[in-house]
């Protein structure tokens, strides 16, 4: 007969393999904060910009079933209980989405369209240092604006 010890072991491993003991740790940890956090004390009011950053946060863990993360971030931040809407969001960060990019959280979106930009720019200035043409050698400042043109005589 197996020992209360090996039996321990057996639903350790188990509730691990299945990724419960994680979820129930999360929770756990939850309500412990949620316990400790005392609800009437006055929280300093936030930002517009710490709002939107905190509701991309919001809806990037709920998407990744970050549930227990999400309610002790709500309740660390001061955030309503209520996430804003994903239109609102969209609006006041002036995002255009197509179809795709509605199907997971802005925050993917973002940096994704940094990203692509960054690398847009980087090649950019990589390959724009020096530009040659009839006229002569364009050379371009490191914001990317064209400086004055180096001009070699001639004509077209």
């Known amino acids: 007969m197996a020992s209360s ?12 393999s299945r990724g419960a ?4 740790k999360a929770r ?3 309500q412990v904060f949620s ?11 936030i930002s517009n910009e ?5 509701e991309l946060i919001r809806e990037f863990l709920e ?9 002790v971030l709500v309740s660390e ?14 609006n006041e960060l002036n995002v255009v989405e197509d179809a795709p990019s509605r199907s997971v959280p802005l925050l993917y979106s973002l940096v994704s369209n940094f990203k692509a930009v960054n690398t847009e720019w980087a090649n950019r200035k990589r ?6 043409s009839i006229m002569g050698t364009q050379r371009y400042k490191e914001n990317g604006e064209p400086e004055a043109m180096i001009v070699k005589g001639g004509k077209l």
């Not at 931040?77 to 969209?90: A, M, N, W």
Request: include cysteine.
């Open 77 to 90: 931040t001061g955030l309503p209980k209520v996430p804003l809407d994903r239109d609102f969001l969209r």
């Open 21 to 24: 003991l994680g979820e129930i």
């Open 35 to 45: 316990a400790l956090d005392d609800q009437s004390e006055m929280k300093p009011p």
């Open 127 to 132: 390959n724009l240092q020096t530009s040659e």
């Open 5 to 16: 010890h090996d039996l321990k072991e057996v639903l350790k491993e188990t509730l691990e």
């Open 63 to 71: 998407f990744n079933n970050c549930k227990y993360t999400s309610s």
């Open 28 to 30: 756990i940890r939850a």
């Open 50 to 54: 710490n709002v939107l950053i905190y």
